[in-house]
């Protein structure tokens, strides 16, 4: 941990979050950072991320700590680094330094949080003895958020007020985090020629992210197989006829997360099949973002964004029927089974830990219609709030194979027309919109979506 | 988790592990390899790392997999990938295709655990679930591995007989390893001229190891604070006077380490202090190297290291005395704080989830002793030994100023004479050595050592 030197908007932005949180509940609040998590063996860890409700309201990413807040008041609990900690690790703030920067009214040694947390709510975080001890301390169950109840759901509540609207400290890191981004995406474009298999391309642009001292906000995705829609791996060649694609974020030091989409081709040139699609994909991406403004449903985002995928679809002859009743049907997402996006912010899928209490507005759960169950994000949109819109097209073997969709959508699905697309395993393309009152503001607009630019950054290297 | 394309080595070495196993130890054994740890929300996860003794006898990564090992029949457990999961992490080979793999006689899925593992013994894994679930299947307490007795203490001795030394399938991994690992500090020393901060440094040196479809074994220690022995910031900016101190190994997909260190100068230069101090851990490093064979005691060698070490700084004035007199009072080790090195395979510190029942040889314990305690090998060495040589000369302010070691070492020290070296706050040189019966095999000696040839590294590119 250290103090980040370009970071006062973050600092600016903490008095009036906790006084914001005050506003809405009259209970006090104690929120933990977590610790570190082993990896083969306690003393090798992963790298340490701090719990995201923390960082909100603390700023910094401070190891094993608590904060407790109660009206404006915020004390901080942090102990002092151990002896010989400075030989291993370096000096360390002090507790009083990381206290004034966060603009704490007392610090504490952890042996003084029990006493004053008796009656406070909270939120799970993910470190399992972080758990134990917050129910150690609180002297009662905390359970996942999702099944919160009391206190700690009025709390989870306000929190999803709070965060899902971003002030001008959040807006400052997500600009940060989406610029890298860019940048990443850009080094992957041209990398691909030279890369063998997918994993160059990867190590090129997590390498970028990390040269910009920030870290990847999840587990890049940079495969040949698109149609994974969650595809780990890095292991397959690149090949002329392939198209990559590669899903990206970087997330700064204070925690905040892009997440970013771009498909290209292996080859530099993308084939006439290819561009078909990829044409469809990216007038669902720009229809989309184009309708994006306060007050706006996000459903009719997606449903928008499902129309004109299956629009194109039929135009080039792969559905049959009425683009309405197409995507009343689900047929759309035979070939786009996912949502069209989802909050970002502190976590790539901002606040998932909350289950769909962020996603979902009050009242709302997920249909279960095969078009709409994927969707993480169902409210009225909010000037403040950046959303992802992603829209893609994907032959999932998975599905497209199902013999329960083939008769399904026998009528509606031209097979043979289809099999001529089948240089297409996934294409997807994401930015990251930040919502104003009038329209929006792409924070990525800087990676070009159009296919020539695409081209271009791949060949000119 | 997929089926790595050139790992026959390490298959082919499984049978024989297992056999060995079954030779030391006549009771049935448990492994778990665990599971995802989360990071800041459930589904975005750290990436996942199998436990290492399961690695060993198991050959792949499996999550969420247990083996049972009874005389030289092998069950895996391993339960289908759930319905859905194709859509989001692609087709996964079938426990079967897995089990003929790794040579299993049997596959199961989880639920019929239970009633196979009693009475087994095993190795408490690090990821916390996956410790409940220990205690759970076998119905009973599960302690760390140092704190482990019976069967379990059992099962420990004979994993450390067998891991200590390196079959032809660990070897040909850490090997990959080892050049993986040497072309990252070729590529960290190219790019050190156009980087802004230490983080463009990492980025660099990280992106080659992902570009190779690797990982890193441990957190990079990238840094202009060289005398901060584990630091892991990488956010000070380079100034031409600096030396850069890069600890970074490469892990393979299969989970065998490297772990090396090289320091060099931000200017491309070193000045004739900072060579000063270099010759003399260099000569260290090449002494311990070169007396390195089978059955030589490893803390003779950290001791000859000290020696080296405590000469040179004799010879430049810094330390006063006879060489001899200095080590035993421990006084290089206000210059050299650390042990010369560990063994290294699967994990970077190999077994230190063990402690040090590894590390020391039966009946021995650490050493209270200032120039000894941190020594985390105490073994005579055996052929198939894989451990580092790594000695360092560092100013650490915490022991430096520590009115004790002034006192103590008041008339063993050239303060004045120490402060003409204040461009040299941190060196060490690390390699990875293979011990073998008549010396060694440097498996990272690609990778100079010498000043001329990184200064050549860093200036051509």
Not at 112 to 137: K, M, N, W
Request: contains cysteine.
């Amino acid at each position: 941990m250290y103090l980040p030197p370009d970071c006062q908007a973050i600092q600016m932005a903490l008095p009036q979050r906790r006084q914001r949180l005050s506003e809405l509940i009259d209970i006090p609040v104690v929120l933990w950072s977590g610790r570190y998590s082993p990896r083969n063996f306690p003393a090798n860890t992963y790298p340490f991320r701090a719990s995201s409700h923390f960082l909100y309201f603390a700023g910094l990413p401070l190891e094993n700590a608590a904060i407790r807040l109660e009206g404006e008041r915020l004390e901080l609990f942090l102990d002092e680094a151990p002896a010989g900690n400075a030989l291993w690790h370096g000096e360390m703030p002090q507790p009083s330094d990381i206290a004034e920067w966060i603009g704490a009214d007392g610090v504490f040694p952890h042996t003084e949080l029990e006493a004053r947390a008796q009656g406070a709510a909270t939120v799970r975080v993910q470190h399992p003895e972080t758990q134990a001890q917050q129910v150690r301390i609180l002297q009662r169950s905390v359970p996942a958020p999702p099944q919160s109840t009391g206190i700690d759901r009025a709390l989870v509540e306000a929190i999803v007020t709070l965060r899902l609207t971003h002030d001008q400290g959040g807006l400052a890191e997500l600009r940060k985090a989406g610029a890298v981004t860019v940048a990443a995406h850009k080094a992957g474009m041209a990398a691909t020629q030279i890369a063998s298999l997918e994993a160059g391309v990867r190590g090129t642009m997590e390498g970028v992210i990390l040269s910009h001292n920030m870290t990847c906000s999840y587990n890049s995705i940079v495969t040949v197989h698109g149609e994974v829609l969650h595809n780990e791996q890095y292991c397959h060649p690149l090949q002329p006829g392939n198209l990559l694609l590669a899903d990206v974020g970087a997330e700064t030091p204070l925690g905040w997360a892009a997440d970013v989409t771009r498909t290209w081709p292996v080859s530099g040139q993308f084939s006439p099949t290819q561009r078909e699609i990829y044409q469809i994909v990216l007038a669902a991406h720009d229809a989309c973002i184009e309708q994006i403004k306060s007050g706006v449903e996000y459903q009719e985002i997606h449903l928008l964004g499902a129309r004109v995928i299956a629009a194109g679809l039929v135009d080039l002859g792969i559905l049959r029927g009425a683009v309405e009743d197409l995507v009343e049907q689900d047929a759309h997402a035979l070939f786009f089974p996912h949502g069209i996006g989802h909050v970002l912010g502190l976590d790539v899928h901002d606040m998932e830990d909350l289950g769909d209490l962020a996603g979902y507005a009050a009242g709302r759960r997920r249909s279960q219609r095969f078009g709409l169950k994927f969707l993480r994000l169902n409210r009225p949109l909010k000037a403040g709030m950046l959303v992802t819109i992603e829209p893609g097209f994907y032959q999932v073997p998975g599905i497209l194979n199902d013999s329960k969709n083939r008769d399904r959508y026998h009528n509606l699905v031209n097979w043979e027309r289809l099999d001529q697309f089948s240089d297409v395993r996934g294409i997807r393309i994401e930015d990251d919109v930040w919502v104003t009152e009038t329209g929006t503001e792409v924070l990525t607009r800087d990676l070009p979506t159009q296919l020539e630019e695409i081209e271009t950054l791949i060949n000119h290297r």
